[in-house]
């Protein structure tokens, strides 16, 4: 079965420094890996995606993401962090069936404090 | 583009009665679309998966008979908490693809989500 683990459960960084919001996966067959991030008492947004080509992947708001086939890894980072950049972030695979539904790990609360 | 819409975004409800909650799709058709719960402790929980025009497939372990899905159509889908009991209190978010299977690997647009609160 398709997983996905975010092994932390918070982040803390400074406004300015570089983040990283780890993401490790399992899959049979090729990874079709996503990130999201959500606010407060919001749904989900759409960060960025990996299907295939370019291992670094850019997406959203500054945001980039690594995928890396032998540490099974797709990293989420950002070179300088802003107090907005403030939420829980969802790293997601979509799963192997043929419904395209996606299976989130347990997120991970990134906080950026000024 | 590709925006969902859920509705309501919180509700109070007592205890054994039911509460429907609506996803639409505004600008887009969805023939799937999927219904999550999320705990407090952040993770997102996969109910079921809505078919337009046919009926729901249920994740294990979720009750088809309190959770009930209707996709009546390619804009819209609805998720019905039957008889709710206190411990169904939970944030419920409702997501759509847009296009066929051959987009599956297009991202899931997500509404804002449904504060469910039983007494």
């Known amino acids: 079965a398709q997983s996905v683990a975010q092994p932390e459960d918070q982040v803390n960084v400074a406004e300015g420094n570089p983040l990283t919001v780890k993401c490790t996966y399992s899959?049979?067959?090729?990874?079709?890996l996503f990130w999201y991030v959500q606010y407060p008492n919001r749904g989900l947004q759409f960060l960025l995606k990996?299907?295939?080509?370019?291992?670094l992947v850019k997406g959203s708001y500054g945001f980039e993401a690594e995928f890396n086939k032998s540490q099974t890894s797709f990293h989420l980072k950002k070179p300088s962090a802003l107090v907005s950049d403030s939420a829980l972030y969802f790293c997601?695979?979509?799963?192997?069936?043929?419904?395209?539904?996606?299976?989130f790990g347990q997120g991970t609360t990134l906080q950026v404090k000024p | 583009g590709a925006v969902v819409s859920q509705h309501p975004s919180r509700v109070i409800c007592k205890s054994g009665t039911s509460v429907k909650i609506e996803c639409r799709s505004l600008?887009?058709?969805?023939?799937?679309m999927f219904w999550y719960r999320q705990f407090p402790k952040k993770s997102l929980m996969l109910m079921a998966t809505?078919?337009?025009?046919?009926?729901?497939?249920?994740e294990q372990g979720v009750e088809k008979d309190k959770f009930l899905i209707n996709h009546a159509s390619l804009t819209l889908s609805t998720l019905t908490v039957t008889s709710a009991h206190p411990e169904d209190s939970s944030f419920y978010i409702c997501?759509?693809?847009?296009?066929?299977?051959?987009?599956?690997?297009?991202?899931?647009?997500f509404g804002n989500g449904t504060r469910l609160t039983v007494t």
């Open positions: 899959v049979s067959g090729n990874p079709y």
């Open positions: 809505s078919n337009e025009g046919s009926k729901a497939t249920y």
């Open positions: 997501s759509a693809r847009a296009g066929s299977r051959s987009s599956y690997n297009s991202p899931l647009h």
């Open positions: 990996y299907i295939t080509g370019d291992n």
């Open positions: 997601a695979v979509r799963d192997s069936g043929n419904t395209g539904k996606l299976i």
């Open positions: 600008d887009f058709q969805a023939t799937t």
